[in-house]
């Protein structure tokens, strides 16, 4: 009977403590799940919006800061459309126009007043190609009227201020995500830049070369200044605005209608705005910053505790379209949030981070030609931390463009030295060492390599013209055979005086 009842004993108590741990487990169960839905972000920890603008302040010169004057010109560009669109659809020679073709803002074009190789492909049969013709006669009119009413507005001696400025800083003021920020004024500095670059062909077509250069230079000038901000976005921007100004000073150079007095006589003024306007901001300082966003995204989307929340996740990456985090929008809301207990603390994403972006500052700071591939190194990096795969940008992609704009640079003001020598001497120089510009061993260096020339020479069926190129991103001589694809590491060199329809 003894026996029996320890056995019951035994059971009761196995039952007992299986009740307990049932009870735990449920409690514990219950725990996550109201944890998870209720869980709140750190939020501002550390005040990352200040130490973007820091490095943006530290990076640039002292002196006039420009982003005011930049914020202007900005607003005065939107004011002087919307006139040019008023002022074209009072017109009464245009009532028939305006209803057959609905305007608006989008519907200006400067483009058309100096892009129009293409009208001589124009079938006037295909009703397909009479609309585009059409459009684009409507927006070049347009755009000549935003011209004719810019000057009144104050807008280029804005730029002039602008140009004449060391240094612009974008106010990073917030109290919430980085990621929140808006940058409203990156459409309307292209916008700028069409304008400008019309201004200049306008200028060139009527011989005002001051006028022309000046243009150029304000385009150059926002590059610049672009190019300094905290965001790789605003970096690339910069980056696609001076390959448009760089891609004017091309075509004069190379305008079999200018006579070689002509281009002797803009090559100086036009060496001296590139000067000027040149920017020392690299991808790798841009990562820098790119960090400190990244970082900043961490404390508003982990709790004080450090566990991941993927609702805000998602909250936080729904807010910008197609933006680096926008993959993060798929994230179910509040039950998702259990995911987070089994996701890298905040502590291993930032760690993990903050070695990933050291790792591609480094890699992007080499020249090209010494750049290895960083996949695997990234990929050891990354680990299972989605998260840091998602926040961290397609740096591969963004140092190729700073290595053609650098290219097209040195090219262009290469090119420029050279035309300059052929005005004082009244010669080609037989080589880019006998060039005198105290900057030339630098302007003149191959960026993809950085400790060799550029290749150059005088061509032998024509002394008149000179062959001037990189070896591009494939970092193989292919002896002045164009690139079909410069913007890809594809056989082929980049060629002065060459540009691909791409």
Sequence with gaps: M??????GSIFSK????????????????????????????????????AQMQAAVENGQPEGQDAWPDILLVTDLIGTICQGALDEFAADPANTATVAQHPINIWSIDFTAIYNTAWMGDVNSEDPSDRESAEWSRIGSAIARHALDAAPATGIFEALDDIAAAPRAVRPIDTEGPLIHILLPELSKARSITRMNTARAHLAAEAGDWPEAVRS????????????????????????????????????????????????AAIAGPLAAALDRQRSTRTIADTLNTERIWALDFIQWTHTPGGRAI??????????????????????PPAISNLAGFV????????RILTEIYATLADYAALPRAERQDVSAEFDRLVNSNWLAEVLVPAVSKAADTAD??????????????IELHRARTGTLPETLADLTEPNAPNFTKDPVTNDAQLHYSINTTQSTTFTLYS???????DNATPSPEPRRAEPGDIVWGITPDN
């Design 343 to 350: 996701m890298p603390s905040a502590r291993e994403t930032e």
């Design 2 to 7: 003894r026996t029996h009842h320890h056995r």
């Design 216 to 263: 150029t230079e304000h385009s150059l000038a926002l590059a610049r200044h672009f190019r300094a901000q905290a965001t790789l976005i605003e970096h690339l921007v910069g980056i696609a605005i001076q390959a448009v100004a760089l891609h004017r000073i091309e075509f004069w150079l190379g305008d079999p209608a200018h006579t070689p007095e002509t281009v």
């Design 310 to 331: 993927p609702a805000s996740m998602a909250t936080q990456g729904g807010t910008i379209p197609g933006g680096p985090a926008a993959a993060l929008a798929t994230a």
């Design 404 to 417: 053609l704009a650098h290219i097209h640079w040195n090219l262009t003001r290469t090119a420029l030295a």
């Design 471 to 477: 070896i591009g991103l494939d970092c193989t001589n």
């Design 14 to 49: 196995l039952l007992i403590a299986v009740a307990i741990v049932l009870i735990l487990f449920i409690a514990l169960v219950a725990w996550a799940v109201w944890s998870a839905a209720t869980a709140k972000p750190m939020g501002m920890v550390t005040d990352y919006a």
